[in-house]
């Protein structure tokens, strides 16, 4: 899977093969999005987890309870961990709001 992070001035993305994975802040707040498809994050309908492996990680995104997003990645692909991070870090969480 080839994968680069490109950051502009309203978000982030990821080029993994041809599909377009990332983050970006919009005048409803910030959105997550794979390809054509875009989730609001202001919403309390989303989690996130990152499952760590021996030899791969899991990336993995809820939407209303239903896994919209899910894909293993390499050790290397440090980048799908910035977005992760970022995701926990810089976006409220609706778990606690």
């Given at each position: 899977?080839?994968?680069?992070?490109?950051?502009a001035?309203?978000?982030?993305?990821?080029?993994?093969?041809?599909?377009?994975?990332g983050?970006?802040?919009?005048?409803?707040?910030?959105?997550?999005?794979?390809?054509?498809?875009?989730?609001?994050?202001?919403?309390?309908?989303?989690?996130?987890?990152?499952?760590?492996?021996?030899?791969?990680?899991l990336?993995?995104?809820?939407?209303?309870?239903?896994?919209?997003?899910?894909?293993?990645?390499?050790?290397?692909?440090?980048?799908?961990?910035?977005?992760?991070?970022?995701?926990?870090?810089?976006?409220?969480?609706?778990?606690?709001?």
């Amino acid at each position: 899977m080839n994968e680069r992070l490109h950051a502009a001035e309203r978000g982030f993305y990821l080029k993994m093969g041809n599909d377009f994975f990332g983050m970006y802040h919009s005048s409803e707040g910030p959105k997550l999005f794979f390809n054509r498809d875009k989730y609001r994050l202001t919403q309390s309908q989303w989690d996130v987890e990152l499952v760590i492996g021996r030899k791969n990680n899991l990336f993995i995104f809820y939407w209303q309870g239903e896994v919209k997003i899910s894909f293993r990645f390499s050790k290397q692909q440090e980048s799908v961990i910035q977005l992760y991070r970022l995701l926990q870090e810089h976006v409220p969480s609706p778990r606690f709001a």
